[in-house]
């Protein structure tokens, strides 16, 4: 079945500390790629997306995305982590023809950062 | 408008009422999602509008849940005789086309008691 895997449920890491959240899919073709960003009590912020290209992506907030066709991967990192960025984070891809319109997400990944 | 809009954004109801809640999308997106998000967990897709097609409905949960959309203006989520199982955040997102990505609107919080 066509599904989008988000390993982590929860992390926790140091404030300055490096960060990467993964994201796998399972497509016979290349999918649309997407990270979101959802703050406590918020909607969903994009943070970048991949279309095609160089398969490293920047985002906004200081995050970037590396696509891995081997591995089917799309794994989010940003070298970093802010207090500010305690969140939960959501991978969706976007795929043409198939179920549920056409956007699918995983099933999130929350960050908690120690000071 | 500059972004999705969703009305109300929070909604106290009794269990057994009816509720309707509206998203406004981005004016010319064709496309509208709404998606159910239960406390601590993930989206859950409930259904999807592109342009004039038929509705894709796979994800409502029951027939208490129905939802219409006039065009590619205003959508109306509708949910009859609420249980307390409905309580949730509900999202709407909206796009031109799936890879332009999709913007979200902030949801209604509505609790059922």
């Known amino acids: 079945a066509q599904s989008v895997t988000q390993p982590d449920i929860h992390i926790t890491v140091s404030e300055g500390a490096s960060l990467e959240l993964r994201c796998n899919y399972s497509y016979g073709a290349t999918p649309y790629l997407f990270w979101y960003v959802q703050s406590p009590g918020q909607g969903l912020q994009l943070l970048l997306k991949?279309?095609?290209?160089?398969?490293l992506v920047q985002g906004i907030k200081g995050f970037e995305a590396e696509f891995k066709r081997s591995q089917s991967s799309f794994n989010l990192r940003k070298p970093s982590v802010h207090w500010s960025d305690a969140a939960e984070y959501f991978c969706a891809v976007v795929l043409y023809g198939g179920s549920q319109g056409n956007l699918i997400f995983g099933k999130g990944t929350k960050l908690s950062v120690k000071p | 408008g500059a972004g999705v809009s969703q009305s109300p954004s929070n909604k106290v109801t009794e269990k057994g009422k009816d509720v309707e809640l509206r998203c406004d999308p981005i004016s010319g997106h064709t496309a509208l999602y709404w998606y159910r998000q239960r406390l601590g967990q993930g989206l859950e897709f409930l259904i999807y509008f592109q342009g004039n097609s038929a509705p894709d409905k796979s994800g409502l949960p029951s027939d208490r849940f129905s939802a219409e959309r006039t065009g590619e203006s205003v959508s109306t989520l509708t949910i009859q005789r609420t249980q307390q199982e409905d309580s949730a955040v509900y999202l709407c997102?909206?796009?031109?086309?799936?890879?332009?990505?999709?913007?979200f609107g902030s949801g209604t919080r509505l609790t059922v008691v």
């Open positions: 991949y279309f095609s290209g160089d398969t």
């Open positions: 997102a909206s796009s031109y086309g799936g890879h332009y990505g999709y913007t």
